[in-house]
DNA sequence: ATGGCTGGTAGAACCAGA
């Protein structure tokens, strides 16, 4: 019998990707699923096919066009809250509480804009503030804690193709990294992918739809992310990066990653 | 060659993603 497994994908439209979900849920068998950007509201959602493959509990917070997360489980999953970091009602965080009571939170870290000042640009300010509300919340927690999702911070210089050429750019600036680690000290969190894969090995989860060809070229980023409480991550026995799902018909920009627990 | 594409929504020479 093998352990838990628990997958995250930013999956850019869960009506547009019915088929795509499926097709993972199939090849990974994910004991559960947390998605971001499902761009559906809750009455919308595609409930069918989760039901079908016996995904029986499921936790939804969706909006209208943009953002929204959801959490799909064969296990009984217990609601334990939405936190706004964002403190603007957008839809970026669900939470769960698991069987063994192991926390799941799934986050949509807001992209931030263009610009990477705070200054000019709201949508930058707007994300450093997100991680810094995650920094406060991280600080007083002390049950055993898995986040996962879309960070959209690339930290490490081996999780972007050009750690030069995106200095300047959204995603792996300095003061996005700090900030990112900041969060990341504030309860001690292990990046399960960089535990599985460490550095300076290539890592990445996220391709531009705008490569004529993603694979060729492979600029892509590691803004997708699994931490977990120290404690927790002693029990991650295995993490994968689902990187062919990218050549999948119709894809999401980001691919699936994947941690196996021991419990 | 970091926007070259993509989805949602409207019915746009739109917006947002990152």
Not at 23 to 40: G, I, N, Y
Not at 82 to 97: F, L, P, S
Not at 133 to 150: F, H, K
Request: net charge negative; aromatic share 10%.
């Amino acid at each position: 019998m093998s352990g838990t497994r628990i997958a995250s994908w930013n999956i850019n439209s869960i009506r547009a990707r019915i088929d795509i979900v499926a097709r993972f849920l199939d090849e990974a068998s994910p004991d559960v699923l947390c998605l971001q950007e499902t761009k559906v509201e809750d009455g919308s959602f595609p409930h069918e096919m989760f039901a079908a493959k016996g995904y029986a509990h499921r936790l939804l917070a969706g909006q209208r066009m943009h953002h929204g997360v959801a959490i799909l489980s064969r296990l009984p999953l217990t609601a334990h809250g939405r936190h706004d970091w964002q403190d603007n009602g957008e839809a970026r965080h669900v939470g769960a509480c698991l069987p063994n009571s192991v926390r799941l939170e799934c986050v949509y870290v807001p992209a931030g804009g263009d610009v990477p000042d705070p200054s000019l640009n709201p949508k930058f300010a707007q994300k450093l503030a997100f991680v810094e509300r995650m920094t406060r919340w991280s600080e007083a927690l002390y049950e055993p804690t898995l986040i996962v999702g879309d960070f959209n911070i690339a930290p490490l210089e081996c999780d972007v193709w050009s750690h030069r050429q995106l200095l300047d750019v959204v995603s792996h600036t300095q003061v996005e990294i700090a900030a990112l680690e900041r969060l990341r000290a504030a309860h001690d969190w292990v990046d399960l992918g960089r535990r599985f894969v460490p550095p300076p090995e290539r890592l990445y989860t996220w391709w531009s739809y705008r490569a004529k060809d993603w694979a060729a070229s492979d600029r892509g980023r590691r803004l997708d992310h699994m931490w977990a409480s120290p404690a927790l991550a002693a029990t991650a026995i295995d993490h994968r990066v689902f990187q062919h799902c990218r050549s999948w018909l119709r894809p999401s920009d980001h691919v699936p990653i994947l941690t196996e627990f021991e419990w």
